[in-house]
């Protein structure tokens, strides 16, 4: 009897050993020596550039606040411009008081009129709507910020969601940590990025234990990118393990019960 509890222990322990990761599975750039320079990476933040149906903060200012208020009727709104924010019931305030640009590509203001944006950067689109504030205004400060940059993270992160960024750049990393991080059964080395792009969806593999994914071009997320982190081999392993464990521990317990009786 003693050898039989003796070999289920060791088979319990063989069985949770042989489950457990090691943590450089989870490591991120594994490669990068110590005080290494990486020059040239991350590449430059890609310019944005303006489509239909993106929803657009637009401020504009001048020494007149009854002018202020008909242009900012959710005066405040660049409280939420701070970092980001995870979309749960309902959308932010700021959201709902946005331009939205028309499928044309324009968008419409009182006074000012219609005006083209689709296609142009943030900056681009600013300075297109001061010039034509210039023409009713005296001395009007524009400001243009993206509303609808939000983008799905899914798989095995912590808290998987759809997060709103309002800082205007976003990497893989920002968006795994705003889903607060990996879990223990993360395929850190095939993280896939899958973009919609005007004619097609492209998805990218990136590998995250290189220094190599600072080259990628989906380094930096678009809007409406989806970050999925797969489960590795480990997860149904792990899972079937800790059941076979709770079992072999009840065994072992009904044994040693047993043989307790029968002395």
Do not use: W
Request: proline share 5%; glycine share 6%; net charge neutral.
């Amino acid at each position: 009897m003693k050898r039989i509890n003796f070999i289920i222990s060791v088979f319990i322990l063989a069985t949770l050993f042989s489950s457990c990761r090691l943590s450089r599975d989870l490591a991120y750039f594994q490669d990068i020596e110590q005080e290494q320079s990486l020059f040239g990476v991350p590449e430059k933040v890609p310019e944005y550039r303006i489509r239909p149906l993106d929803n657009l903060y637009v401020s504009i200012l001048t020494q007149d606040p009854e002018v202020n208020q008909l242009y900012n009727p959710s005066q405040g709104a660049d409280n939420y411009f701070s970092g980001t924010q995870q979309m749960s019931a309902g959308l932010p305030s700021q959201y709902i008081n946005g331009y939205q640009v028309e499928p044309d590509g324009s968008i419409t203001f009182s006074i000012l009129g219609t005006i083209p944006v689709a296609g142009l950067t943030l900056i681009e689109a600013q300075n297109r709507i001061k010039s034509k504030a210039l023409e009713f205004l005296e001395d009007p400060m524009v400001k243009v910020k993206i509303l609808s940059f939000k983008v799905n993270v899914t798989g095995e992160v912590r808290n998987p969601g759809l997060f709103y960024n309002y800082q205007g750049k976003l990497t893989v990393l920002d968006a795994i940590s705003m889903a607060n991080g990996i879990t223990d059964y993360a395929k850190v080395n095939k993280v896939h990025v899958i973009r919609q792009e005007k004619f097609s969806t492209k998805t990218y593999n990136l590998d995250l234990t290189s220094k190599k994914v600072f080259e990628s071009e989906a380094f930096y997320l678009q809007p409406d990118d989806l970050v999925y982190v797969p489960p590795g081999k480990f997860k149904n392993t792990g899972m079937n393990s800790q059941n076979l464990s709770v079992t072999l521990s009840a065994l072992s317990t009904v044994l040693i019960a047993i043989s307790y009786f029968l002395r």
